[in-house]
Nanobody, 121 residues
Framework: VQLQACGGGLVQSGGSLRLSCAASGRAFSTYAVGWFRQAPGKEREFTAL????????YYADSVKGRFTISRDIAKNTVYLQMNSLKPEDTAVYYC???????????????WGQGTLVTVSS
């Protein structure tokens, strides 16, 4: 499975962005997908995850109610809709695929290259 994340950019506080994670490989539809983010000088942290069917979703408390994760199985793509963005959301966002719906990044075996999100105040 190969992943490619895109959709990052510069946005003002309160704005929105939609990140995409496109995958190659038919097995992608059987994997859970997580979004993680890493701000400068900080460790990579869990943001959101979705199971293989799209029926189970889980969010970090810091983004709950503002971010929405979804997946289009036919397009082999997972999305992260980010609304009401705050400066503290500034980070490189990574998507990852794994066999379990977990928040530990070490449990994910496949990673995209990351896309930078910058939120200005």
């Amino acid at each position: 499975v190969q992943l490619q994340a895109c959709g990052g950019g510069l946005v003002q506080s309160g704005g929105s962005l939609r990140l995409s994670c496109a995958a190659s490989g038919r097995a992608f539809s059987t994997y859970a997908v997580g979004w993680f983010r890493q701000a400068p000088g900080k460790e990579r942290e869990f943001t959101a995850l979705i199971d293989w069917s799209g029926g189970t979703k889980y969010y970090a408390d810091s983004v709950k109610g503002r971010f929405t994760i979804s997946r289009d199985i036919a397009k082999n793509t997972v999305y992260l809709q980010m609304n009401s963005l705050k400066p503290e959301d500034t980070a490189v966002y990574y998507c990852a695929a794994g066999r379990s719906e977990v928040t530990n990044p070490r449990q994910y075996g496949y990673w995209g290259q990351g896309t930078l999100v910058t939120v200005s105040s």
